[in-house]
């Protein structure tokens, strides 16, 4: 019976035209991305990381106020972020200092 | 625009440049940024490319690749938009859900969509709406990708318009709504669903299996994604799960807020007048990528040089690439491939010349397509907020030594 099993098993094996590439879980791998520390970084850390990597910040370029604010915006208005309104302006105020392009507008 | 129109255009605005014209008000574009380093980290069946983040993970194809007309799986570009894309798939329990105005739901599975529909192939290019974004200044909102967010690959699957015969439209059926398994942090996080109008699906536009002859990759949406050809990538969902036939068109953040260009005829707007109508990107315009040389590479002087590269369009096909060695002045064609795999996949084009001056050297490509639309000069793009549909001529920098 045992036997039987294996061969079924062979026989389907065999017969299923295409064997994934890859048979267990793939492991994204964690990168460090270069983030600058700084004040209000904890509270960065703690509503944009449940998202998205640092990576995703970094790599918007140089910004306006105005852009950086949108985008926090965009997470709490259309992705639904839990931000408080406290939070929201230190991590404007964060992004802005390190990833801005000085001007307001 | 017929050549001739084109140099007067271009001759108008170096005009406008050189009179002192504050371009960065207006907004302006040039070439995209190029010299990304490729990651230390490999990705789960992708080799180690430009890595922007891991979580969606965004990463770009290097500019070498592009000499070839199939990009290989593990070079090709991946983007995804929510933090939680399933990592592991059962083969034999996956099933793709269709449902809505049907007569008759089906849940599909793999072995079923392998076996019990026609299996057809297209080649295709895949480019997100964003690439090259890193062109235009003041810097467009999104990922500053350089040129590699596109590939061209061989898919193979079954055509969507066969899978809704086999469930059969109810009367008044008109919209789809495609879904993804990709999953956002928070419940109220809208679902990456693409909308697509039943006008759209022609014969191909398929559910796709396979890629360049292997499984998809499961950073290019493992089993099986939508292929769309002609369409940027935001519509061609990955994961595929489910797939619902409306009569209404329902608002999506991703369709009508995200992925939008001004809704005028040049698809421009300034930084300070943004346009207020936008509507989704869709088909894609005329390009072209030189693959070899790259920026910096060094030419020896008198040796026989090919120019390699690829140009696509949405579907029209491909005419003409010419290639530039004098900044413009002059434009020269390039040898085209058969064109063997169709209108929507790359055409690779060729170059061969000596460089016989020492120095530095602008190499420049434009393609031009079969309903003559052809490449603007960066300069000439004009400028969105999203940073959508860059295509400018691309121009390559080598040292003559």
């Known amino acids: 019976m045992k036997v039987m099993k294996k061969v079924l098993l062979a026989a389907l094996i065999a017969a299923t035209p295409m064997m994934a590439q890859v048979k267990e879980k793939i492991e994204v791998p964690y990168i460090a991305f270069p983030i600058k520390m700084g004040k209000g970084f904890d509270v960065v850390q703690a509503n944009c990381l449940m998202c998205h990597s640092f990576g995703y910040i970094i790599n918007q370029g140089r910004q306006s106020k105005k852009f950086w604010e949108g985008k926090v915006n965009k997470m709490i208005v259309h992705f639904k972020a839990p931000i408080t309104d406290k939070d929201k302006k230190i991590i404007v105020d964060y992004l802005f200092k390190h990833y801005g392009n000085g001007k307001e507008q | ?401």
Request: proline letters at 5%.
């Open chain 2, 1 to 401: 625009m017929k050549r001739r129109e084109f140099f007067k255009t271009a001759a108008v605005t170096a005009g406008a440049a050189a009179l002192g014209t504050t371009a960065a008000e207006a907004g302006v574009t040039h070439q995209p940024i190029d010299n990304r380093k490729i990651g230390n980290v490999a990705f789960p069946e992708k080799r180690p490319l430009i890595t922007y983040s891991d979580r969606p993970p965004l990463l770009e194809t290097p500019r070498e690749v592009f000499t070839c007309a199939l990009t290989p799986n593990d070079q090709f570009f991946v983007r995804w938009h929510m933090p939680d894309i399933p990592t592991y798939i059962d083969t034999d329990k996956f099933t793709i859900h269709i449902n809505g105005m049907v007569k008759k739901e089906l849940k599909i599975t793999l072995k079923e969509l392998k076996e019990d529909y026609e299996q057809v192939e297209v080649a295709a290019v895949l480019q997100c709406g964003g690439n090259s974004r890193s062109a235009f200044d003041p810097t467009a909102g999104g990922i500053q990708w350089g040129n590699g967010a596109m590939g061209c690959a061989l898919w193979k699957g079954v055509r969507l318009r066969d899978i809704l015969d086999r469930a059969g439209l109810k009367k008044g059926a008109e919209w789809l709504a495609v879904q993804g398994k990709e999953k956002a942090a928070y419940y109220e996080t809208p679902n990456f669903i693409r909308e697509l109008h039943l006008d759209e699906l022609d014969d191909h536009v398929i559910i796709a299996y396979q890629m360049n002859g292997e499984d998809l990759p499961y950073l290019n949406g493992f089993p099986v994604r939508l292929i769309i050809p002609g369409v940027y990538s935001d519509s061609w969902i990955k994961m595929i799960t489910n797939i619902t036939v409306t009569d209404k068109y329902k608002k999506l953040f991703f369709m009508d807020h995200a992925y939008v260009v001004p809704d005028n005829e040049c698809e421009c707007e300034t930084p300070e007048k943004l346009f207020p109508k936008t509507k989704p990107i869709y088909r894609m315009n005329v390009k072209s990528i030189i693959g070899y040389p790259t920026n910096g590479a060094k030419l020896t002087l008198k040796s026989q040089t090919v120019v390699r590269g690829v140009a696509f369009d949405g579907g029209a096909g491909i005419r003409e690439v010419q290639i530039s060695l004098d900044g413009g002045k002059t434009w020269d064609k390039a040898i085209l491939d058969s064109g063997k795999l169709g209108r929507y996949a790359y055409r690779t084009f060729r170059y061969g010349f000596r460089p016989d001056k020492l120095g530095k050297l602008e190499i420049m490509a434009k393609a031009i397509n079969k309903l003559g639309e052809e490449q603007p000069l960066a300069k000439d793009i004009k400028w969105n907020h999203g940073g959508y549909k860059y295509n400018g001529i691309d121009v390559v920098t080598v040292e003559v030594v």
